[in-house]
């Protein structure tokens, strides 16, 4: 039987383009389609009702589902008796009608679907680095590896957050219990693979958790450098080192950055009798802050003590400091600096057996001997190479009696020097000086060698001037960064600094060289030198002469040390004379030093007493 040919219309397509194209057809889908629209326009109201009657009857059928047999009878006369209310209510029933198509057009509206989970940049982000972790992470033969080559980096990765820009910012992290978190070399490996795939330039802080067999990295945001000196607000025996991050300390003081007023964490630092940290090691390169930490710990200090100062590198850093009230002396000198840490030295002995004496009465300690006396040595390593070559006495021998026993006579020692001469500082420098800071550039290593610790964080890209780390004993390492604290004698100084640093400095007691001195003494008495009224710090940087003391049992002039008491403690007086000395001294039972010249008459100098020695 012959197959019958179709229908000319079926079998050529261009009659149906043709009627596909037509302009009644094309008119016709346009009006339906503008038909369809304004009808969703004015049903939207009753779609969405619905919509939300649909979830809400759903939302019904499911909790009735999923309440236990035995408790759906009351469930059920609660709900009839609830329906008995509103009935029995005025205009319940509209009431309820309106409450429902309200709850069924507020579920039924259109939410924005909530984008969850990181983007796809993010998750290749993820992926390589959890790629990255996994020769470090994995062992052979783990049967469950949760870290593998193409594995699940979801179930490794437990929290983890991107910044605006697409960077890490935080990620918590599980590792396998086999792996040895408790040995450094592990954690180096680690922190550094995660420091080289979150993206360098910025500073981390790695934490460990050993017992949960987690790490968190966290973005730490850059520490201020706009805080310059200034009055902070802190008790008897603080000192601001700088400022470090809000979640290391649990303290903040209010400080003036820029033109604002804002609390800021400070690293504190606690001296005292009750100190376990009593003096204070620093080091450094060259320009990174170590000589503007001292210059602010000086100004600080000044508020309730004496200061006296070695400028081991005769740079001049300290002058704002000479002829002030509360300043012992500059020295930048040799000899004046054997002779000023050898009264010093003095000075901490006699206290100690005034301050045995007192306790043995049964009365108070003197009050000179309570007020707080600091010694700050920047570079005495570079004076300790200059006595070698000239044959005399370290200096920093006599900063052995202030680091031991300090702490019970309120001495406080504060030094600082650099990297390069850091194996030229004493024994006792090292072993006493539990508070320690590091400023500028420097490897884990070194700051493990100085701290005791590695930091946990990592190091910035760019350095500024007073950015390191400090630790406090045995507590963390800390983040720091030392507020700005210029010479404002320096020409380089800007306008504002170097005002902030003058306000601070105390008043002036010594007048200029070659100033003629306002009260000139006279007479054939003793002069007591430990006087206040007038006292002021010598100069003795090119003469080799020890300042004279503000406290009440001061220093003797010219760098004399005071002789023995007389409990017996006596001292040879050849050998108890400090180098440059040029007076006689003698020590009376109340415990006032005084110094007599020739003929009984003393002879002021630069506005000071200096005391020659008497001839016979």
């Not at 939410?111 to 993010?122: D, H, K, L």
């Not at 599980?174 to 500073?203: C, H, M, N």
């Not at 903040?252 to 033109?259: D, N, W």
């Not at 006595?387 to 009696?401: F, H, I, K, Y």
Request: with cysteine.
């Amino acid at each position: 039987m012959a197959r019958r040919p179709l229908p000319r219309i079926l079998t050529h397509s261009a009659p149906l383009a043709r009627m596909a194209h037509s302009a009644p057809l094309a008119r016709g889908r346009e009006l339906a389609r503008t038909a369809a629209d304004s009808a969703s326009d004015v049903f939207h109201p009753l779609i969405t009702i619905g919509r939300g009657l649909r979830r809400l009857g759903a939302a019904g059928r499911g909790r009735w589902a999923e309440t236990p047999k035995d408790q759906r009878g009351p469930l059920a006369f609660f709900v009839g008796a609830c329906g008995l209310v509103v009935w029995l209510v005025p205009y319940g029933p509209l009431l309820a009608l309106i409450a429902v198509m309200g709850a069924g057009a507020w579920a039924g509206r259109e939410r924005t679907p909530v984008v969850t989970g990181p983007s796809e940049a993010e998750t290749e982000r993820l992926r390589a680095l959890y790629e990255a972790l996994v020769p470090y992470l994995s062992a052979e033969g783990d049967p469950s590896p949760l870290y593998a080559h193409g594995g699940d980096w979801a179930a490794a990765f437990a929290e983890y957050a991107f910044d605006d820009d697409g960077r890490l910012e935080r990620l918590q992290l599980k590792y396998p219990a086999y792996f040895t978190d408790g040995e450094d070399r592990s954690r180096v490996r680690i922190e550094q693979v995660l420091y080289a795939k979150a993206g360098r330039g910025r500073e981390y802080r790695f934490t460990w958790d050993e017992l949960a067999n987690q790490l968190t990295l966290t973005v730490l945001d850059p520490l201020p450098t706009d805080i310059a000196a200034q009055r902070f607000v802190t008790a008897p025996g603080e000192t601001v080192l700088g400022f470090t991050d809000p979640d290391s300390v649990q303290r903040t003081l209010p400080v003036t950055g820029g033109e604002e007023t804002r609390d800021a964490p400070p690293a504190v630092w606690r001296t005292g009798q009750r100190s376990t940290e009593p003096h204070l090691l620093v080091l450094g390169q060259p320009g990174t802050g170590t000589t503007t930490l001292l210059r602010s710990i000086a100004l600080q200090a000044l508020q309730h003590g004496d200061v006296l100062v070695i400028d081991g590198g005769g740079t001049g850093e300290y002058g704002c400091l000479a002829g002030r009230g509360g300043v012992l002396g500059v020295e930048s000198g040799l000899a004046g600096a054997l002779a000023t840490l050898e009264w010093a030295s003095h000075e901490t002995e006699r206290r100690l057996i005034a301050g045995n004496r007192a306790r043995q009465a049964g009365t108070a300690a003197p009050d000179d001997t309570r007020r707080p006396l600091w010694i700050i040595a920047d570079r005495p390593t570079a004076l300790s190479h200059i006595a070698v070559a000239e044959g005399l006495d370290d200096p920093q021998q006599w900063l052995q009696m202030p680091l031991r026993h300090g702490r019970a006579a309120a001495v406080t020692v504060v030094v600082a020097d650099q990297f390069e001469t850091a194996e030229l500082l004493s024994d006792p420098v090292r072993a006493h000086t539990k508070a320690r800071v590091v400023l500028g550039p420097a490897t884990a290593e070194e700051v493990r060698a100085v701290l005791g610790a590695p930091p946990h964080t990592t190091p910035p890209a760019q350095v500024p001037p007073g950015r390191g780390y400090a630790r406090l004993g045995g507590a963390p390492v800390l983040r720091l960064q030392v507020p700005a604290t210029p010479d404002p004698l320096d020409d380089a100084t800007g306008q504002a600094h170097r005002e902030a640093v003058l306000a601070l400095l105390p008043e002036r007691t010594v007048p200029a060289d070659g100033a003629a001195p306002t009260e000139p003494v006279t007479g054939g008495t003793a002069v007591d030198v430990g006087k206040r009224a007038g006292a002021g710090a010598v100069e003795a940087g090119a003469s080799g002469r020890a300042p004279v003391s503000e406290a009440d049992d001061g220093p003797t002039a010219a760098g004399a040390a005071p002789d023995a008491e007389e409990s017996g403690a006596a001292a040879d007086p050849s050998t108890a004379e400090p180098v440059g000395a040029s007076a006689r001294v003698r020590t009376d039972k109340g415990g006032e030093s005084r110094v007599l010249t020739k003929g009984g008459e003393p002879r002021v100098i630069k506005g000071t007493v200096e005391a020659v020695r008497a001839e016979g």
